[in-house]
């Protein structure tokens, strides 16, 4: 049996690049931009996986494509890239939940649940895998199986046909998921609602005092996507204050858990949804009184397109007293 010594060195030289210089140099960038960070673990287990990728590819190479061996290898190779894709990402980090990866910038976190997109990169791998598999039996044995839906076909052209519609099913999700992301907004209003309640008791007497707040935000998505399952959550901290005494620093002194909206449709804009905030009753009457400058930490989760999203943000802003 001939053997491609150039064409295997060729691909092993390709390979070596998409299989490890390319994420490596992603990861680099990724952290000297404080985007991502990804483990020392996470690293030397993508060079180890790359370079066995690099192996079975160089061996598939190897044999003409027309022979039972060459087959058998891209069998292999291919459910090794399967494996591949899915560990990249499914994530197999300790402790973290399969296919979670976090994004972190200045005043943003986000943590994107990937699963599906692994799945979906995995059943690929596999409908590919089949038909190489079908290939070397019917060339080791000279014989093709076939199907009939009206009209006869290769076994392995059909499995052939699924992982290309399949491919194509992929690359227009990545391709709708890229165009939804950049028509997504979500706007929160920069001034908010007052409800102070003085309990019947005016001025000076304010110990029965409560006070909430209302936020309100848009929600712009232009995107092919429904947005579902949406909880938020608003907590409230103090950053400094005119009156530490009354009004402590880098103190929580309100919060709104679980304020959920079910869908966002596609192509709309729902503009002002409101979310409630209570003050924490023990520092109702510091707040009246005290200007304060007042971290807001909100925390949102979705699914998106079959992307499980928690996104946690922080937003400041100056609080003038009620009663002075």
């Keep these: 049996m001939k053997v491609q010594i150039g064409k295997m060195i060729l691909y092993g030289v390709l390979t070596t690049v998409f299989y490890i210089a390319v994420p490596l140099i992603l990861f680099e960038i990724l952290g000297t931009l404080n985007i ?3 483990s020392q673990a996470f690293r030397i ?9 690099v192996v079975i590819s160089m061996l598939r190479h190897l044999f003409p494509t027309d022979t039972s061996a060459n087959r058998l290898v891209a069998f292999g190779a291919t459910v090794y890239s399967g494996i591949y894709l899915f560990y990249m990402f499914g994530g197999f980090t300790p402790g973290v939940s399969l ?3 976090a994004i972190t910038l200045p005043t943003i976190q986000v943590l994107l649940g990937l699963q599906l997109i692994a799945w979906l990169l995995l059943a690929s791998s596999g409908i590919r895998a089949l038909q190489y598999l079908i290939e070397a039996i019917e060339i080791g044995k000279k014989k093709e199986y076939s199907v ?6 290769k076994l ?3 499995f052939k046909a699924l ?19 950049v028509n997504l907004g979500f706007d929160i209003h920069d001034t908010f609602g007052v409800d102070y309640d003085d309990g019947g008791t005016p001025f000076p007497l304010i110990s029965d005092d409560t006070i909430n707040l209302t936020m309100s935000f848009d929600v712009s998505n232009k995107g092919l996507y429904a947005i579902y399952g949406v909880i938020i959550a608003v907590r409230i901290y103090t950053v400094s204050t005119a009156n530490p005494v009354d009004l402590p620093e880098n103190t929580k002194i309100g919060e709104s858990l679980n304020n959920f909206y079910s869908t966002f449709h596609a192509f709309t804009v729902t503009p002002d949804n409101n979310i409630t905030v ?12 005290t200007d304060a400058v007042l971290e807001f930490q909100i925390s949102f989760s979705t699914l998106y397109a079959g992307i499980l999203v928690n996104l946690n943000t922080s937003i400041q802003t100056p609080w003038t007293a009620i009663i002075i």
């Excluded at 287990?45 to 990728?53: L, T, Y």
């Excluded at 992982?163 to 992301?181: D, H, K, N, Q, R």
């Design 36 to 38: 991502m960070t990804f």
């Design 45 to 53: 287990s993508i060079i180890i996986i790359g370079i066995m990728g």
């Design 99 to 101: 296919g979670t990866y």
């Design 148 to 153: 009939t839906v009206r009209r006869k076909f």
């Design 156 to 158: 392995s052209m059909v």
């Design 163 to 181: 992982g290309t519609v399949m491919g194509l099913v992929i690359a227009g999700y990545f391709g709708s998921l890229v165009y939804s992301g």
């Design 278 to 289: 209570i003050i924490d009753p023990t520092y109702a009457e510091g707040f009246i009184t």
